[in-house]
């Protein structure tokens, strides 16, 4: 079930007015949707159902599934109002790949792990931090209930662009962070930024 803390929800609560002022999505014109999309679509609409009201916006989830190497677009902008999947690459902690071979091996929600949490997150506001302009995020399970202490977030970094897969096979490593190239990033502002939720895991999609 997921959990909700009182500071997450008078957090989420606090920042409605603002995520409602944000642009509303725009996509293209879906050319048909795959079984894998389907797959993520409807891994969404479990996700966002089980949050509930706690998401201030429904529309779009975020589904990164870490089953998959970091040199394959594994992070997921599932547009649930009109049936559409887009993916990106997303970095993965380093405390969740010790050995940098671009696979996840373990996923943490403790402080100091430098590890990737899997669960359901919310995300929230903007703010500007370490690397510019980022997301911040509240966790809605047991598995990520310390990202706020922990200062997980949505950021764009340099290590993972796609040239880091031409030069080394694998995108680099954040600290649990979920970081996106920032072309791929600027997306993430727009579309999942607000409310929407987030979920991470293991997930086998194929």
Known sequence: MVQTSRRSFLGTAALAA???????????????????GRQILAIAQREVERAGNVL???D????ADFSAISSVPRFHFANLERGEVR??????GQGSDPEHDGWLKLFSNEYGSNATSRGAYITWEWYQGHYGTSIRLGGLDQDNSNTLE?????????YAQPDMISKWGKLGRSNGCFAMGPDDFSQALLYLSGGRLL????????
């Open 87 to 92: 993916s990106f690459l997303v970095a993965h």
């Open 18 to 36: 603002g995520s409602l002022a944000l642009p509303r999505t725009v996509f293209a014109q879906p050319s048909g949707v795959s079984e894998r």
């Open 56 to 58: 201030w916006r429904k």
């Open 60 to 63: 779009i989830a975020g589904i």
């Open 150 to 158: 922990r200062s997980i977030v949505m950021h764009a970094a340099w």
């Open 199 to 206: 979920f991470a895991d293991k997930l086998g999609i194929t």
